[in-house]
C-alpha cells in the first residue's frame, strides 16, 4: 500500500513539477499512473522512491513513512526505472547476486527465485554474460528479475514496458495480475493508454503536477458521457492544461 499526502515538489524555488498531490495505492490493485511529458510522473515516483524529497506533504510504504524511515520504508517496494542501463560491466548473474545481497536474500531462496525469474523471462543463458553486451530489452529484464528477488510487496515501475517483446510484455502483465491476486500493490507509469486500459484497477492521470482525475477505467469511461476509449478521454482531459 502506498499513501501520498499532499505531496508538493519544486525546482529553481518557483517551478512546481508536482503540486499538493494526493494518492493512495491500495493493496491488491494496478494502478496506472498517466500523463504527458513533463506532467510530474517522474518526480512523484522519485519522491514515492526516496530518491527525491518532497518540499512538504508525506508518504508511507505500507506503513512506513519514506522521511522519516526511508530505510525500512525502501525494504517495502522494488522499484524498476525508466532507464536500464545500469552497472553495465557485471555480469547478469554478477547484478543479481548484488540485489540479493542488497535485500538481504538468502543463498537457498536466492538461486531458486534467479532460477524461477530468469527462465520466465527467457535469460537464462544471458545471466552467465556481461550486461554491457545486452540490447536494451534484455537490459529492462535483468533489472526487473533484481528488483523482484525479495518479493516485495509493492512494485514501483517506471514505463516497464519499454523495451520488452510482446513475449515479455505479456510475461510481466500476467506478473502483475499474479502479483495483485495475493492482495499486495502495483504501481506503474506508462505512456501505452491500451495496456492501462486492459490492466489497471484504476488510474490517476496527472498534468502540470496537479491530478486531473483518480478511479478506475469505467468510471471516467461514464462520466465522460460518450463511448471513448481512455486515449480520447485522456488527450480532452489534457488539452487545455
Not at 518557483?14 to 491500495?26: F, Q
Not at 530505510?71 to 547478469?92: C, H, M, S, T, Y
Not at 548473474?93 to 538461486?111: C, P, Q, S, W
Not at 484497477?201 to 496537479?210: L, M, P
Request: aromatic share 6%; hydrophobic share 35%.
Amino acid at each position: 500500500m502506498i499513501t501520498i499526502q499532499n505531496v508538493s515538489k519544486s525546482y529553481n524555488g518557483h517551478v512546481k513539477a508536482v503540486d499538493g498531490l494526493s494518492l493512495t495505492i491500495n493493496p491488491g490493485e494496478v494502478f496506472g499512473f498517466l500523463g504527458p511529458n513533463g506532467a510530474g510522473k517522474t518526480t512523484t515516483i522519485k519522491m514515492i522512491t526516496g530518491i527525491t524529497k518532497p518540499d512538504q506533504g508525506v508518504i508511507h510504504i505500507n506503513g512506513k513513512n519514506m522521511q522519516k524511515n526511508p530505510v525500512l520504508a525502501k525494504k517495502e517496494f522494488g522499484f524498476v526505472p525508466d532507464n536500464p542501463n545500469v552497472f553495465l560491466r557485471l555480469k547478469g548473474i554478477e547484478y543479481l547476486n548484488f540485489m540479493a545481497e542488497t535485500y538481504g536474500v538468502d543463498k537457498d531462496l536466492r538461486i531458486k527465485r534467479i532460477q524461477e525469474l530468469s527462465e520466465r523471462f527467457s535469460m537464462t543463458k544471458a545471466i552467465s554474460d556481461q550486461i554491457n553486451s545486452y540490447s536494451h530489452g534484455m537490459r529492462q529484464k535483468i533489472v526487473i528479475i533484481g528488483v523482484l528477488l525479495h518479493s516485495p510487496n509493492v512494485w514501483i515501475l517506471d514505463e516497464p514496458m519499454t523495451g520488452l517483446d510482446p513475449k515479455a510484455s505479456h510475461i510481466l502483465k500476467e506478473m502483475m495480475k499474479e502479483h495483485t491476486a495475493k492482495n499486495k500493490s502495483v504501481f506503474f507509469s506508462t505512456h501505452v493508454l491500451e495496456v492501462a486500459e486492459k490492466i489497471c484497477d484504476r488510474v490517476a492521470i496527472i498534468n502540470q503536477g496537479k491530478v486531473l482525475y483518480v478511479g478506475s477505467v469505467k468510471d471516467i469511461k461514464e462520466k465522460s458521457q460518450e463511448n471513448k476509449d481512455l486515449e480520447s478521454i485522456f488527450l480532452e482531459l489534457t488539452k487545455n492544461e
